[in-house]
């Protein structure tokens, strides 16, 4: 009976595996294949690769993708971190609060975020581009690094700040020295996962996007209209193993943030 | 006399309804060891924390070399803290956390190497400039963060239970490492312990506290043996407090009523008079054993050996519990045994009665 049990939870694992990682693989298989048909296979061939770096449009589409990301979490980090270390200090009650408002985001539907920045955007006047893009990106990315400074700041020792100032540091020094360098490893994986976020981001950007930017999601989107191709498929290769490693770079991260020896 | 390097004028604190210290006030002079002892709860790091800056008293005044510094912010006061965490920063070296105070100061960079050096040599912690602070044991923690603290030759350094984490023996080796430092730097300490047997050995005047308040401020020979209330006699000298009355005084000595036995002790502190009920302390060291009838009837409960001290615990006929000890000598008392107690009249010291 027990030997049966321990069989069936092997094969669930499995199934659900094989849900999560075969397309990824079949993808990934797929990209090297000679044949333009997905589903048949012709070999193995770089050329979809080839194909895909002479694709002016998409590398445009790319660097804008990157541009958008460095930008949005950059902005994300400064204001997510102050928000954190400022709101660290207030009355409980407040706090709670705003720690509401500040998750929002992260719980609204995305479609009425994106509806949201646009009508207000169109508002203001501002022109739609690059400019809407960041400003859209930073406020949805603001929630992830304010989560993972206010986890790091729970953790850190208070006497420690107090230390600083007793040897004769000022509020701003003690933020320099002290406070900034400890949360730093918070605050990089925090970009990190707002990076992700927002390179990964379709909804918000088709709203306030301007005419001539487009993002690479964007891009990917449009070009599948007519179904997938190949060179989608070494599109997302590639995507791929870039996630790979930043998701070993955070993890990384995590451990370094982490006081050794615990 | 020249101005206290440090002064505290009746300072008090609440925090939400409750009352944490209560018009607290002291002098400390240039050089001096100062242990604030109590049980913890208190209110002594409160007060350190105060002296520190890093809170400030609902009412009262901190002097430092008779400067009001009550509204000054923790960096702009001559004062450092050694905290009871270490607080050492995890980001910097040894080097730099012991220099951080002088880099703060804008001090030249060759100044402050050679300043850390010798403070590195100082507290035996040579070769240890580059490591981490999580490299290091407990006990070499501890050196930085008195090594951070002393560099900046602050006017009082104040200690908070710095040696509350360390083992025994490091303990007492620390002790006496901290003891001399001081005297070697001569820089007032303020420090924090509940430890009584620390306090006695360290410091120069100990200052008692208990629910926010100052019981009794003393040298270790005045607290110890000359405790003020039935507190201090218990807290500091692990002292048995009896209770009695006054049936005459005169010539120096009262003559009391204790357990329905007459007793005698020298007068001392306030007053007495005949029929007045008073508090007795006796270490239980002090406690002698007469011969049977000589003195007050008392009946073994149990005894039990610890640290080089036999201990016995005795029943008065008005069933009120008295210790005696002895150094390490076997009497051969059972529980049953009756036998006689008395004191000499220099022993035992008429107390307030503040607890209980």
């Given amino acids: 009976m027990k030997k049966r049990r321990f069989t069936f939870q092997k094969f669930y694992l499995g199934l659900v595996l094989a849900v999560i990682y075969l397309p990824l693989v079949l993808v990934v298989v797929y990209s090297f294949n000679q044949s333009r048909i997905s589903s048949v296979w012709g070999g193995f061939s770089l050329n979809w690769y080839r194909t895909l770096f002479a694709d002016r449009a998409m590398f445009g589409a790319l660097r804008n993708s990157v541009v958008l990301g460095v930008c949005a979490s950059l902005c994300a980090a400064v204001v997510g971190t102050l928000g954190a270390v400022g709101f660290h200090r207030i009355q409980p009650r407040t706090k709670g609060a705003v720690e509401y408002l500040t998750m929002l985001p992260l719980m609204i539907p995305e479609i009425i975020l994106a509806m949201v920045f646009m009508a207000f955007f169109a508002a203001l006047g501002l022109p739609f581009g690059m400019g809407t893009l960041i400003l859209g990106h930073t406020a949805f990315c603001v929630p992830y690094v304010y989560m993972m400074v206010k986890a790091r700041l729970a953790g850190m020792d208070h006497s420690l700040t107090e230390a600083a100032r007793d040897l004769g540091a000022g509020e701003w020094r003690v933020f320099w020295d002290i406070t900034l360098p400890l949360l730093a490893p918070a605050i990089a994986s925090g970009m990190l996962l707002s990076f992700a976020m927002s390179f990964d981001d379709v909804l918000i950007s088709l709203f306030v996007t301007g005419v001539n930017v487009t993002t690479l999601p964007l891009k990917v989107y449009t070009s599948l209209q007519n179904g997938p191709t190949p060179e989608i498929n070494a599109l997302c290769t590639l995507l791929l193993a870039g996630t790979l490693v930043l998701v070993g770079l955070s993890a990384l991260l995590g451990r370094l943030g982490r006081p050794a020896g615990k | ?356």
């Fill in chain 2, 1 to 356: 006399m020249s101005t206290p390097i440090l002064q505290l004028q009746n300072i008090s604190k609440r925090f939400g309804s409750a009352q944490v210290l209560r018009g607290l006030s002291l002098e400390a002079a240039a050089g001096e060891f100062i242990t604030l002892l109590g049980a913890s709860g208190c209110g002594k790091t409160t007060t350190l924390r105060i002296i520190a800056g890093l809170e400030s008293p609902d009412e009262g005044r901190v002097l430092l070399e008779g400067r009001d510094v009550t509204d000054l912010p923790p960096e702009r006061r001559d004062v450092n803290t050694v905290f009871q965490s270490y607080a050492l920063f995890p980001h910097m070296t040894v080097a730099g956390n012991i220099g951080y105070g002088l880099r703060l100061k804008g001090l030249p960079k060759a100044d402050i190497r050679r300043t850390v050096e010798e403070a590195l040599a100082l507290l035996q912690l040579a070769g240890y400039g580059e490591r981490r602070p999580e490299q290091l044991s407990g006990g070499q923690r501890q050196r930085v963060a008195i090594a951070r603290a002393v560099v900046n030759r602050p006017r009082v350094l104040l200690l908070d239970e710095p040696l509350g984490a360390l083992d025994l023996q490091l303990r007492r080796q620390m002790q006496l490492e901290l003891k001399q430092l001081q005297q070697q730097l001569g820089i007032t300490f303020i420090y924090i312990t509940h430890d009584q047997e620390e306090a006695l050995t360290m410091s120069d005047r100990i200052a008692v506290m208990r629910d926010g308040c100052f019981v009794q401020v003393g040298t270790p020979a005045q607290v110890y043996d000359r405790p003020a209330t039935s507190y201090v006699a218990r807290f500091v000298g692990s002292a048995n407090v009896l209770q009695g009355h006054v049936t005459a005084a005169g010539g120096g000595q009262l003559t009391l009523s204790v357990a329905g036995h007459t007793a005698r002790v020298q007068a001392g502190g306030r007053p007495y008079a005949p029929g007045e009920p008073i508090a007795l302390a006796l270490r239980s060291e002090q406690v002698e054993f007469a011969p049977e009838g000589g003195g007050i009837p008392a009946v073994v409960r149990e005894t039990s050996f610890a640290g080089g001290m036999l201990r016995i615990g005795l029943e008065l006929p008005d069933g009120s519990r008295l210790t005696a000890s002895r150094h390490g000598i076997d009497l051969g008392l059972q529980p049953g045994d009756r036998l006689s107690v008395g004191w000499a009249a220099t022993a035992a010291v008429p107390v307030e009665v503040d607890d209980r």
